[in-house]
């Protein structure tokens, strides 16, 4: 309980103890002033008195227990765990694309977002074998299955498409595969899609084998820092270790590992030799070393068995995000869409109603060019509801913040100039208002859309700072050109030839 809760409380206790003391002597002079006139009288006055009061401290302990009792929590506790996170963060995204009214946007989503929730239920760990061409990454499956599973060749750009093997770990109950990238820096004609197929497979899989067969170019640690940026669990793979003497091994070893402080754990740096050169032995037969690769396998099985579910709740978490994302792009674009449709129809309205009418130009936007309804249905774009009272609010506030700043002075500056340039049209007092009247409602009601987008917040510079920014992208030439072009035929009288 806080310190000021506490002073309340002890002073309440105070006032309420001198009360009940009060009391208790006042309902003793009752008591013997009604008793000499009737003792029944007086135990049943003072009975219903004692009733009463019964009822008054409950009310008070009642309400005196909402006061002290702790508001509840406005958002809900953290995820303990990354499988929780995941687990929430799905059905956040179900909701969110349930917003998108294209059909097939809709479906497309739904699809990718229903492949994510299997694989979290149910799928298997993708481990990506990733680098540049020609480093070990197919001869590095090979000696972890323990056989050729995949054609391995000096040539640049010998693996060109996904390749999947299936393998389990004891003590990692999810079936592990492993893919076979195409190599990054591929020299042939699809080389560049290659790179980028390869980039796209390791940003989807659960764990990254970044296969290298020296100390790191720069492409590689680009590469790295690409998939570390995003989050991407990845264990970085010296392979070819049998061409260096130790010394020198243990050189490339520590240089990689420093260059990496920060990024990378030391453990997750490992040495290997997937596919050891023969070895002329002094008899001078030549003898093929087996591959050494327990020490990826040690450090593999470790971390699938230790994280093997966070690594799959993890990458649910990365993929629903970029389709959140996606889905976010979508509902935003078409909730504009349905604004600038609002927008339209309240610009043309208020624009028609000052051109019929005699109005004086500071009551532009009082008479028609900032409409409560129209915040109204814009707030109903964006999920906001809005009552008629606030609506009326905002519009005047925004109303006031236009006449203010010289807005509106401008705005019928600049509408009449820009007529002038317009050859054939002439204008009378009242198209020239009903024009500006039309402008302004624009701006006002792009203006009232950016804030809805932004959650009902006109953000750091206030509703002074939409205005004004969304005045200055209006007043570009294209745009007020369009805009006068689509005006001269909803609200510009002309004169009768």
Not at 13 to 31: D, E, K, P, R
Not at 108 to 129: E, H, K, P
Not at 130 to 140: H, L, N, R
Request: with cysteine; charged share 20%.
């Amino acid at each position: 309980m806080s310190r000021s809760r506490l002073l309340l409380v002890l002073l309440g206790v105070v006032v309420a103890l001198g009360a009940l003391l009060w009391l208790v002597a006042s309902l003793q002079q009752l008591y013997a002033g009604t008793a000499a006139i009737s003792p029944l009288l007086a135990r049943l006055l003072v009975g219903c008195l004692l009733l009463a009061l019964a009822a008054l401290v409950g009310l008070l302990v009642y309400y005196a227990s909402q006061f002290l009792r702790r508001p509840a929590p406005q958002t809900p506790p953290a995820p303990r765990s990354p499988v929780e996170a995941a687990d929430r963060t799905l059905a956040a995204l179900q909701q969110q694309i349930e917003q998108v009214q294209d059909e097939g946007v809709r479906q497309a989503l739904q699809q990718r977002s229903q492949q994510a929730a299997r694989r979290f239920t149910q799928g298997a760990l993708q481990v990506a074998v990733f680098g540049v061409g020609s480093v070990g990454k197919t001869s590095t499956i090979n000696a972890i299955f323990g056989r050729s599973v995949g054609e391995v060749n000096a040539t640049l750009g010998t693996t060109t498409e996904r390749r999947a093997y299936r393998l389990r770990f004891h003590g990692v109950p999810r079936e592990i595969h492993f893919i076979d990238t195409p190599g990054l820096l591929d020299a042939s004609v699809w080389g560049t899609e290659r790179s980028a197929a390869a980039r796209a497979l390791a940003a989807e899989a659960d764990l990254v084998l970044m296969v290298m067969e020296n100390d790191l170019q720069q492409s590689e640690y680009e590469a790295l820092r690409s998939l570390l940026r995003i989050g991407k669990r990845l264990l970085l793979v010296l392979n070819k270790v049998d061409r260096y003497p130790n010394v020198e091994q243990a050189a490339i070893l520590r240089r990689i590992q420093e260059r990496l402080a920060g990024k990378l754990a030391p453990e997750d740096v490992v040495a290997i030799a997937a596919d050891p050169a023969p070895v002329t032995l002094t008899s001078g037969e030549s003898v093929k070393p087996p591959p050494q690769v327990l020490p990826l396998l040690k450090r593999m099985a470790a971390l699938l068995r230790q994280e093997g579910d966070s690594l799959v709740a993890d990458n649910i978490l990365l993929q629903s995000r970029q389709v959140g994302e996606e889905a976010r792009v979508v509902v935003t674009q078409q909730r504009r869409t349905q604004a600038d449709a609002i927008i339209d129809r309240y610009q043309w309205i208020s624009g028609g109603v000052v051109a019929v009418m005699p109005l004086p130009v500071v009551d532009l936007l009082a008479a028609a060019a900032v409409n409560a309804q129209m915040v109204i249905e814009l707030g109903r774009v964006y999920g906001c509801e809005v009552s008629l009272e606030e609506a009326k609010s905002l519009a005047l506030s925004l109303a006031k913040t236009l006449g203010g700043v010289g807005i509106v002075t401008g705005a019928t500056e600049l509408m009449t100039l820009t007529l002038r340039l317009n050859p054939g049209t002439v204008l009378v007092g009242q198209g020239v208002q009903g024009l500006t009247a039309a402008y302004l409602t624009r701006i006002a009601g792009k203006s009232f859309a950016r804030y809805f987008e932004q959650q009902q917040r006109w953000g750091d510079g206030g509703m002074l700072g939409v205005v004004q920014a969304q005045y200055q992208l209006e007043r570009r030439d294209a745009l007020v050109q369009r805009f006068i072009e689509q005006a001269i035929a909803q609200v510009v009288p002309k004169q009768p030839e």
